[in-house]
Nanobody, 122 residues
Framework: QVQLVESGGGLVQVGGSLRLSCAAS????????MGWFRQAPGKERAFVAA????????YYADSVKGRFTISRDNAKNTVYLQMNSLNPEDTAVYYC???????????????WGQGTQVTVSS
C-alpha cells in the first residue's frame, strides 16, 4: 500500500520561507516521478512542481518559478519543496504525489498524500 506523509506546513509571514517534506513508503519510489499540488480555498487543485525519478529534471508552475525548488533524496524515499518569498496567494493545502512524467514534461499523479496546510499572513 502506497503511503505519502507530508510535513513542514504552517503559518509564515509574507516574504518568509518554508520547506515541505514528503516521506513515501510502499514501493520503490526511486523509479517514479513525484510532484506537489496545492488547493487554495475556493479553488481547484493545481499543479505546483514535479521531479523525475533521478532528480535531474524539474518542472514548475509559472506562479512559483524562481521561488520554489523541488528536490528528492531517493535513499530516504523523500521529496522536498523549498518555498521562498512566500505571498498570501501561496496559502493552500499542499499535496505530495507519486506519478508519471511524459517525455514533454507533463506530470500525471497516481497517488496522493493527505496534505499539509500552508498559510501566509500579510
Amino acid at each position: 500500500q502506497v503511503q505519502l506523509v507530508e510535513s513542514g506546513g504552517g503559518l509564515v509571514q509574507v516574504g518568509g520561507s518554508l520547506r515541505l517534506s514528503c516521506a513515501a513508503s510502499g514501493r520503490t519510489f526511486s523509479r517514479y516521478a513525484m510532484g506537489w499540488f496545492r488547493q487554495a480555498p475556493g479553488k481547484e487543485r493545481a499543479f505546483v512542481a514535479a521531479i523525475n525519478w533521478s532528480g535531474r529534471s524539474t518542472y514548475y508552475a509559472d506562479s512559483v518559478k524562481g521561488r520554489f525548488t523541488i528536490s528528492r533524496d531517493n535513499a530516504k524515499n523523500t521529496v522536498y519543496l523549498q518555498m521562498n518569498s512566500l505571498n498570501p496567494e501561496d496559502t493552500a493545502v499542499y499535496y505530495c504525489t507519486v506519478g508519471g512524467l511524459t517525455y514533454y514534461g507533463y506530470y500525471s499523479p497516481d497517488y496522493w498524500g493527505q496534505g499539509t496546510q500552508v498559510t501566509v499572513s500579510s
